[in-house]
């Protein structure tokens, strides 16, 4: 699986920004999609998964409320809808995949596919 990101750019706070994720392949609907991010000199971390099967939704604290994430497997996208955004927000965002994968979707290591990032910086 390939995963191409889009859509980071420049935002002042409070306003929005939408990622989005196109994955190659023909079973996209297999796959367990999420974004993590990491901000300079600090370490990767999760943001948001969402499940192949159930189509459940899993976020870090610090986002809830504020980013959505979405997927339409006819389009092998998912998304991610950044509302409300804040300066701590700034990082590269990763989207990340895995086939069928059923737990920890929090954790970096459950994903072997990662795309290339894309910088969403946050203005004060």
């Known amino acids: 699986v390939q995963l191409q990101a889009s859509g980071g750019g420049l935002v002042q706070a409070g306003g929005s920004l939408r990622l989005s994720c196109t994955a190659s392949?023909?079973?996209?609907?297999?796959?367990?999609m999420g974004w993590f991010r990491q901000a300079p000199g600090k370490e990767r971390e999760f943001v948001a998964a969402?499940?192949?099967?159930?189509?459940?939704?899993y976020y870090t604290d610090s986002v809830k409320g504020r980013f959505t994430i979405s997927r339409d497997n006819a389009q092998n996208t998912v998304n991610l809808q950044m509302n409300s955004l804040r300066p701590e927000d700034t990082a590269v965002y990763y989207c990340v995949a895995d086939r069928a994968i059923t737990r920890n979707f929090n954790r970096a290591q459950s994903y072997n596919f990662w795309g290339q990032g894309t910088l969403v910086t946050v203005s004060s």
């Open positions: 392949g023909r079973t996209f609907s297999h796959y367990g």
């Open positions: 969402i499940s192949w099967n159930t189509g459940s939704t």
